[in-house]
């Protein structure tokens, strides 16, 4: 089993580095359907998560406490939710977006989404009450203002991104059950490992896999970076 | 003093916290080039005024008039974007953002002229300042007596008519707290107008035209 588990990691590597047009392509989904969720989730949940550290409003404790909840909702009901809103019988069945990487990019927003606005709430929270005083008294318009706070909070706010961006690609559920795991089209990385693990094909899953982890570090390292040498200053 | 007309006016401020009455009917003026002095115990709500003054703090209610305007009675809520272009705060410690001296500098956007101010101008007030050799510095290194320099620094830059200052003096050492109301001299002899709370009588007595005393939510004001 060792040896076969060894083989099977050497494998994934030589897989990895020939350049496989196969697992390129499936990482390449996984990319662009991620990216593309991630982007149109990033600018909403941090408008958001900036009203909910900045102004008293009513809903605002019950905002806070949905996106709490929502974060540990696992991704599957995520999944069977817009299962059940975008099949044929369900009320959004006309779009026929079910099997789509349009389905995966709403799953995933679904996902990324409260867990972008509850941590950036916290880093907007964190930044000091007089930063926006400050900003407004020398002059900045709203949105000057608003740019220099997330500037002080932009390490706080990259962490979000990325801990977004993590959650959404490596999640199998709503991918699964939303995109249907349809080759050259919904077949992403976590649903690809599923999928070849299930058919004892282990070297590709561990290629697949390796690529996840090499992302997560380099991502995290990245972050350390930034933060530790002030590049982003 | 009392014959010149303010430059703005403050009347009927009310503000409550949690059913208590921080500002009653509180009126004050202020004039071009004048400083006054804002005192006060703790707790008797001169931060609150200043940041009701500044447009920062929505009051129960308030009129100010702009002298010199054609509609120059105005409420609060009214007046805000006029207040904000008019008056600057100044937080007892000042905040600083992440970057250089200079950088801070660049975010203040000047009121007369149409926001925008050339280097010549930040070069001045790193000179006025006495920042001149830290301008590449981190802000946020600087000691509290740089800090509160390079705050009216930014002041100077964005040349408002009106300056509020917090307690501007308060944790600074005596050498600090020198070059501080230097500064602010400087700053009334060009024509700003301040108000500036405080407990320490002595360092301001200098610069000061006239007090106002707040009280049970009311303002009395004294000459100097």
Same mark, same amino acid.
């Given at each position: 089993m060792?040896?076969?588990l060894?083989n099977a990691? @050497?494998?994934?590597? #030589?897989l990895l $580095?020939s350049?496989d +047009? *196969?697992?390129?392509?499936?990482i390449?989904?996984? &990319?662009? @359907?991620?990216g593309t #969720?991630?982007? $149109?989730a990033v600018m +909403? *949940?941090m408008?958001?998560g900036?009203?909910l550290a &900045?102004?008293?409003?009513p809903?605002?404790r019950l905002?806070i406490?949905l996106s709490?909840?929502?974060?540990s909702v696992p991704?599957v009901?995520?999944?069977?939710?817009?299962?059940?809103?975008l099949?044929?019988?369900?009320?959004?069945?006309d779009?026929r977006l079910?099997?789509t990487q349009?389905a995966?990019v709403?799953?995933?927003?679904?996902?990324a989404?409260?867990?972008?606005?509850?941590?950036?709430?916290?880093?907007?929270?964190a930044v000091?009450?007089?930063a926006?005083?400050?900003?407004?008294?020398i002059?900045?318009?709203?949105?000057?203002a608003?740019?220099l706070?997330v500037r002080?909070?932009r390490f706080?706010l990259?962490?979000?991104v990325?801990?977004?961006f993590?959650r959404?690609?490596?999640?199998v559920?709503?991918?699964m059950?939303l995109?249907g795991?349809i080759l050259?089209?919904?077949r992403?990385i976590?649903?690809?490992i599923?999928?070849?693990?299930s058919?004892?094909?282990?070297?590709?899953?561990?290629a697949?896999?390796?690529?996840?982890?090499v992302?997560a570090?380099?991502l995290?390292?990245l972050?350390?970076l930034?933060?530790g040498k002030g590049v982003?200053? | 003093?009392?014959s010149?007309?303010?430059?703005?006016?403050?009347?009927?401020i009310h503000?409550q916290?949690e059913r208590?009455?921080?500002?009653?009917?509180a009126?004050l003026?202020?004039?071009?080039?004048?400083c006054?002095l804002?005192?006060?115990e703790?707790?008797?709500g001169?931060?609150t005024?200043?940041?009701?003054?500044?447009?920062?703090?929505?009051?129960?209610a308030?009129?100010i008039h702009?002298h010199?305007y054609?509609?120059?009675?105005m409420?609060?809520q009214?007046s805000?974007?006029?207040?904000?272009d008019?008056?600057?705060y100044?937080?007892?410690?000042?905040?600083?953002?992440?970057?250089?001296?200079?950088k801070n500098?660049?975010?203040?956007?000047?009121?007369t002229?149409?926001?925008?101010?050339n280097?010549?101008?930040v070069?001045?007030?790193?000179?006025?300042?006495?920042l001149?050799d830290?301008?590449?510095s981190p802000?946020?290194?600087l000691?509290?007596?740089?800090?509160?320099?390079?705050?009216l620094a930014r002041?100077?830059?964005r040349?408002a008519?009106?300056l509020?200052l917090d307690?501007?003096?308060?944790?600074?050492?005596?050498?600090s707290?020198?070059?501080?109301?230097a500064?602010?001299?400087?700053?009334?002899?060009?024509g700003?107008?301040?108000?500036i709370?405080c407990?320490?009588l002595?360092?301001?007595?200098?610069?000061?035209?006239?007090?106002?005393?707040?009280a049970e939510?009311?303002l009395?004001?004294s000459e100097?």
């Amino acid at each position: 089993m060792q040896e076969s588990l060894g083989n099977a990691v @050497v494998e994934a590597i #030589a897989l990895l $580095l020939s350049g496989d +047009p *196969a697992l390129w392509e499936i990482i390449g989904i996984s &990319f662009t @359907v991620s990216g593309t #969720a991630i982007l $149109l989730a990033v600018m +909403p *949940a941090m408008v958001l998560g900036f009203a909910l550290a &900045f102004y008293q409003f009513p809903g605002r404790r019950l905002i806070i406490a949905l996106s709490n909840t929502m974060l540990s909702v696992p991704a599957v009901v995520v999944g069977l939710t817009f299962y059940l809103l975008l099949s044929r019988q369900g009320p959004l069945g006309d779009m026929r977006l079910l099997f789509t990487q349009t389905a995966m990019v709403i799953g995933q927003i679904a996902l990324a989404f409260p867990l972008l606005v509850a941590m950036s709430h916290s880093a907007f929270q964190a930044v000091d009450r007089r930063a926006w005083e400050t900003a407004i008294t020398i002059g900045q318009s709203s949105l000057g203002a608003l740019f220099l706070i997330v500037r002080e909070a932009r390490f706080a706010l990259l962490a979000a991104v990325l801990a977004g961006f993590g959650r959404i690609i490596a999640e199998v559920g709503a991918s699964m059950m939303l995109g249907g795991n349809i080759l050259h089209y919904t077949r992403n990385i976590p649903t690809a490992i599923a999928l070849e693990t299930s058919k004892g094909d282990f070297a590709q899953g561990i290629a697949l896999g390796i690529v996840l982890l090499v992302l997560a570090f380099s991502l995290n390292i990245l972050l350390h970076l930034f933060q530790g040498k002030g590049v982003l200053s | 003093m009392t014959s010149l007309e303010p430059m703005l006016s403050f009347t009927g401020i009310h503000k409550q916290f949690e059913r208590r009455a921080i500002l009653n009917a509180a009126a004050l003026d202020l004039y071009a080039g004048q400083c006054h002095l804002l005192l006060g115990e703790n707790g008797a709500g001169k931060s609150t005024l200043l940041r009701i003054l500044a447009g920062l703090l929505k009051p129960d209610a308030a009129d100010i008039h702009f002298h010199g305007y054609s509609k120059p009675t105005m409420s609060w809520q009214k007046s805000r974007p006029r207040l904000r272009d008019t008056v600057m705060y100044l937080h007892q410690s000042p905040y600083l953002f992440d970057g250089s001296v200079i950088k801070n500098l660049s975010y203040a956007k000047s009121a007369t002229q149409g926001g925008s101010h050339n280097d010549e101008a930040v070069a001045e007030v790193l000179s006025w300042s006495g920042l001149d050799d830290l301008a590449e510095s981190p802000a946020k290194k600087l000691s509290g007596g740089e800090k509160q320099r390079l705050a009216l620094a930014r002041a100077k830059l964005r040349n408002a008519p009106v300056l509020l200052l917090d307690e501007p003096t308060s944790n600074l050492d005596q050498q600090s707290r020198e070059r501080t109301i230097a500064l602010l001299a400087s700053l009334r002899d060009e024509g700003v107008s301040m108000l500036i709370a405080c407990h320490d009588l002595a360092g301001f007595s200098e610069i000061a035209n006239g007090r106002y005393h707040l009280a049970e939510g009311r303002l009395v004001r004294s000459e100097a």
